[in-house]
């Protein structure tokens, strides 16, 4: 079992930026890929970024590609998310998850997921 825990969602204004973090224990010693999806309200659920294990491959949705950056943590523990340039349209609740054997845009896949964190971008 990996258990993900989200931070560092808020309520920034159009433009601004906020830095979202993942950390993950329990089954540490495996190595996964780590990945943030987001949900807004009455939406279905969207892939955002994925990073792996080793950091070396990186995949972002085109509707965050150049505002957003995924990276890991030096233990390889913790993944990052750091937003730049928000719009109104990235507000959402953020979900982060982990891949045991891929990194992978496909939600359907991963195998452990956090509870979220609510992100508000206010115009």
């Known amino acids: 079992q990996v258990q993900l825990v989200e931070s560092g969602g808020g309520l920034v204004q159009a433009g601004g930026s906020l830095k979202l973090s993942c950390a993950a224990s329990?089954?540490?010693?495996?190595?996964?890929?780590m990945g943030w999806f987001r949900q807004a309200p009455g939406k279905e659920r969207e892939f955002v970024a994925v990073?792996?294990?080793?950091?070396?491959?990186?995949y972002y949705a085109d509707s965050v590609k150049g505002r957003f950056t995924i990276s890991r943590g030096i233990t390889k523990n913790t993944a990052y998310l750091q937003m730049n340039s928000l719009k109104p349209e990235d507000t959402a609740v953020y979900y982060c998850?982990?891949?045991?054997?891929?990194?992978?845009?496909?939600?359907?896949?991963?195998?452990?997921w956090g509870r979220g964190t609510q992100v508000t971008v206010s115009s």
């Open positions: 998850a982990a891949d045991l054997t891929r990194a992978t845009m496909d939600d359907r896949l991963y195998d452990y």
């Open positions: 329990g089954r540490t010693f495996s190595s996964y890929a």
């Open positions: 990073i792996s294990w080793s950091g070396d491959t990186t």
